[in-house]
């Protein structure tokens, strides 16, 4: 089985890892990949988004299965470009259909999916610009903070809170009239608060059957103690130690369930992950968004925890075939820290040569925005490298990652000390 992996992340390397463990694993490719990947598999130096190359690959690398990692390339429809194509339709896909990833790709989509399907959000109304004046009334209408929100894709960006009213009206125009988020701000979704500690749940399905998969709990915040500028995720945990068993038959009773069973409803094919970012308010798990992926850092605490050989798990989802499958979890925790370019979320450089010692350590390196070049492996990006370990509790495995941190160095090197701080 030859496999090509979409994507170049955290989450793409742990993937890689996970499949290269495979018996039944033939050729791994990763397009474009990172310097992990390119240890245990082919890198193929294309953009996610280039289907046209992305078929050439597919066919003279006699590519048998395609992981899609990244939202991008899903929201633009490439299972759609191949099951569309005669000459690579029989290659599957996972990752769901563009008709189905617009539960990512449009919030104002994600809503009215979950209000037709009794799946408990915030309340909410959506505006374009012609509908200013309302926007501005309806906000009148709320408590503080308020809550709003570019419809489209926006580099996690598109999310505002601002606690003054004035400042939320100046922000409402600025997304719709001054399209702040370029066009995903042409529609702003404007929503109640809610308030309470998040958790994120994930489900594998072929469209018919499902897995529920471990929660995770990631760190967004640049800052220790959850300050300052939003990233992609600092570090992540899993599993998630107040989500017990009650909480949990919850989320699957009023959120997972009519989740799936919407999607059969509303014809909506979806064969891949399903991330579900929640929120506890009180007792009850509120959703806050869908991603039609798995998360990053989330993938690099969840797939350490899977037992099964991946690519029987990615073939039952292939073959509509999910319900054969007897998932084995890892009961421990696992948890993982990000390290970071310096002035990252900001502007940070690039291209700093990384240092990493990988002989006698209990703990998983898995790259990110890493590249080779002339035999050195040096930073590509914001966030460079993830180290994850396994503990019987989410302090044990915590300090195995930061103890192995020791034997990682680049300069500038960042990373939060504080990870699992409000647990
Ligand atoms: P999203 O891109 O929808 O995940 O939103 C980004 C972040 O904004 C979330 O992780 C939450 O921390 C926060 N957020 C989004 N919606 C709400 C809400 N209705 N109430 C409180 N916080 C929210
Ligand atoms: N860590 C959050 C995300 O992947 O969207």
Redesign the pocket.
Known sequence: MNILILGSGGREHTFAWKLHQSPKLGKLFVLPGNAGTAEIAENIPVDVNDFDVIKEVALSKDINMVIVGPEDPLVNGVHDFFLNDPEISHIPVIGPQKAAAALEGS?KFAKEFMMRHEIPT?AYQSFTKEKLEEGFSFLETLTPPY?L?ADGLAA?K??L?LNDLKEAKEELKAMLVNSKFGNASATVVI?????GI?LSVFVLTDGENYKVLPTAKDY?RIGENDAGL?TGGMGAISPVPFADKEFLSKIHQRIVKPTIEGLKKDNLPYKGFIFI?L?KVDDDPIV??YNVRMGDPETEVVVPRIQNDLVDVFEAVGNGTLDTIDLKLDERTAATVMTVSGGYPEAYEKGKEIMLNKEETDSLFFHAGTILKEGYVLTNGGRVMAVTSFGNDFKEALQKSYQNMEKLHFDGMYYRKDIGFDL
């Open positions: 919030k915030a809550v929100k996690g598109g999310v809170i929503e109640e608060f809610l308030s998040e967004k939003n970012g929120i806050i968004e």
